[in-house]
Nanobody
Framework: QVQLVESGGGLVQPGGSLRLSCAAS????????MGWYRQAPGKERELVAVITSGGSTNYADSVKGRFTISRDNAGITVYLQMNSLKPEDTANYYC???????????????WGKGTLVTVSS
């Protein structure tokens, strides 16, 4: 199976920065894309940013120009640099991997347990 471990969340003041990390491990056969989603209390989970195996990126309009997604050379660790944070960025941030494993050959989504980001003064 696939394990996704997020880190880097915490409390930050408005205008501050945080860097989230997500390390993937397990019997990964293929990664199509990795990304970050977030879910605020009472709201649905939404896409924040995604990076494909080819290096293409996509961002939610609300974070464009403030957040940057990147990955390591091995392609199994993904980062989310978050700058100019706003109170409305407060949410649980979840790492996502779209891919397949040696046990499950079809492509599916895998999720981390989430890391909490709180933006407050």
């Amino acid at each position: 199976q696939v394990q996704l471990v997020e880190s880097g969340g915490g409390l930050v003041q408005p205008g501050g920065s945080l860097r989230l990390s997500c390390a993937a491990s397990g019997s990964i056969r293929r990664i199509n894309a990795m990304g970050w989603y977030r879910q605020a209390p009472g709201k649905e989970r939404e896409l924040v940013a995604v990076i494909t195996s080819g290096g293409s990126t996509n961002y939610a309009d609300s974070v464009k120009g403030r957040f940057t997604i990147s990955r390591d050379n091995a392609g199994i660790t993904v980062y989310l640099q978050m700058n100019s944070l706003k109170p409305e960025d407060t949410a649980n941030y979840y790492c996502n991997l779209e891919g397949s494993t040696y046990q499950i050959s079809y492509v599916r989504n895998y999720w981390g347990k989430g890391t909490l980001v709180t933006v407050s003064s």
